[in-house]
Each structure stands twice: as C-alpha cells, then as structure tokens.
C-alpha cells in the first residue's frame, strides 16, 4: 500500500525548520528510493539536504506487497518497509524533509527556485527524483487490489506467481517483454488487448505467439477487478460484440503505459518525446547544477535497485559540482 497524505500539507507540515539556509545546498524532489539514496549521500557529505517528499512515500517501491531482488534482504522486503528504512537512514545523516509537493520551478535563475503548496525554496542545486506514475484502469476493484494481486512490475513479483494464472494487460514492447518473463514462471499468461493487433515489436511478437504458455485475448476490456481478500478474477467485455465474460487469474499484471512526473519541468529542462528527462552517464541534465535520478529519467528498467544507483550518483555529482562553486 502507499503512503499517503494530504497533498496540500498544513502551514505546521510547510514551514521550514528554525535555522533553515536561507538558500538550502541541495534540494531532492521526490521522496522515493531515488530520492532518499541520493539524501543519504548528500547527507554523509555534510550537504544538509532539504527533501520534498511529494504526495506518495516511497515512490514505486511503495506499490509493491514483497521485494525479494533488492539486495540485502535474502528473505524479501515489503516496499514500504524499504522505503520507511531508506527514509529512516537519510534522515540520520541529516537530511530534513518536508511533506510538501513542488508545484513550480525555474532553472533560469542562480539560485534555483522551487515553489511548493507551502513557501518558495532556492537552492544551489536541485535533484529530481518524482518518478513516474503507471497508468490505470480506473475500473472497479483496481485500487482495492493494488499490491494484492495487481502489479506493474513482473521482474518485481513474478516470483510469487510461480505455477499460477496471470493476466497482462496491454500490447506493447512492456507487456509482451513482461508478459514473456511471467511465462518462465506462471502456469498461464493470459494476454488482454483492447484492439486485434499488437503495438510490441515483431520479434516480441514473434516469441509471445509462440510460447506456449501464452494465450491472447483480443478486442477486449476489463471491466471490473474481481476478489475478496487477493484478485481471484477478471470481469471482461468485448468491445465489439459487448459479450461480458469471467476470467480465473491469480493475478494481473498491468501495462498500459508510465507517466514520468516531469510536467512541472516542461520548458525548464530538456525531455525527451515521451516527457522523461534526459541524462548523460552522471546524472546531468541540460542545465548545470540540476541532476536526475530514477524512473524520471530511466524508462528501460525501472527498478528500486537501480534508482537507488542513480540517486547516489546524483548526489556525488552535486557534491562535486558544489566544491567547484567554491574552488
């Protein structure tokens, strides 16, 4: 489940703490694994980073019920209880959070400027972590099933549908990759697409069709999520002929598409056409001293470990590009 709060915080939640910089040496926007890694290492370099949480803790990792690829934990960890560590540890080498959402920024400025719901940061430089959003169904028992049944992330929780009957969600290069990978686990992967042709690559194609663990449902919508305590179901519609229909699974894999959370920086920052922010090798954005980490700007994998990797990069790099400024 994720963590949630107000996303407008009270002026008690938004107020800075006494004694606050007034221009802050690092400000990370974003309060998932990206974001903590890279205020864990702002921390230890004696940056005294300042984090704006966002309206989810725990980002992506949060959404997940168990993570067993994330190392250090042999037995597994629930992604909440990731994020609340990372979290905890940012905040012992002294990284301050605020429970506050970024709302306007201008990287044309030196110090930059970050506007929140509550009161208006500069900062020498800023790291983005937001993330990225999967699109959703918004259909019946969606919300209710999250974490408990329904996925975005196959390399995340296939592991736990080992024998069992799944069901995808989507037709491009995600869902038929995804969709492949379950396949080495599950008994069955059902393959639902609202149209009669896939948008995935040929090859992809190719491969899902021939494997025989793989069924395709097409020109077909879900209508409802169905279950008590875990999905059991899915009730389906033919967008053609209108027949309603049930269909057993033990769990739904959804690939409909991600949102990177990056419209706040239109036109400050350089995005590629799908609206992720693009990086070179360490982290650097088009504009000196504003760096990126996670699924902002990493749409090829989106994993917790690897977010963690680019967030601490982030912020050795902000470490470096702050020692400069004073050389």
Partial sequence: ?????????????????????????????????????????????????????????????????????YPGFPDGIGG??????VQKQAVKFGARLEHDLAIEVDFSV???VVKTYGRTIKARTVIIATG?????????????????GISFCATCDG????????AVIGGGNSALDEGLYLARLAKQVYV???????????ILQERAFRNPKMSFIWNTVVEEVLGEDHVTGLKLR?????????????????????????????????????????TDKRQHTNIEGVFAAGDVQSPDFQQAVIAAGTGAAAAIEAERYLAKLEE
């Fill in 1 to 69: 489940m994720e963590l949630e709060f107000s996303l407008r915080p009270t002026a008690e939640e938004s107020a800075p703490e006494e004694g606050a910089p007034e221009v802050e040496n690092v400000v990370i926007l974003g309060g998932g694994i990206a974001g903590f890694t890279a205020a864990i290492y702002a921390g230890r370099s004696g940056l005294n980073p300042l984090v704006i949480v966002g309206n989810a803790l725990g980002g992506q990792a949060a959404m997940t019920e168990a993570m067993e690829n």
């Fill in 132 to 148: 990225a959003t999967p699109r959703r169904l918004f259909v019946p028992g969606e919300d209710k099933f999250i974490g408990r």
């Fill in 159 to 166: 592991y736990f549908y080992r024998d069992k009957t799944v």
């Fill in 238 to 278: 033919n967008v053609k002929t209108g027949e309603v229909s049930v269909l057993p699974v033990d769990g739904v894999f959804e690939y409909i598409g991600m949102q990177p959370n990056t419209e706040i920086f239109r036109g400050q920052i350089e995005l590629d056409a799908n609206g992720y922010i693009i």
């Fill in 110 to 112: 030196r110090p930059f």
């Fill in 192 to 202: 639902i697409h609202r149209r009669d042709q896939l948008r995935a690559e040929k």
């Fill in 80 to 85: 909440v209880d990731l994020a609340e560590l």
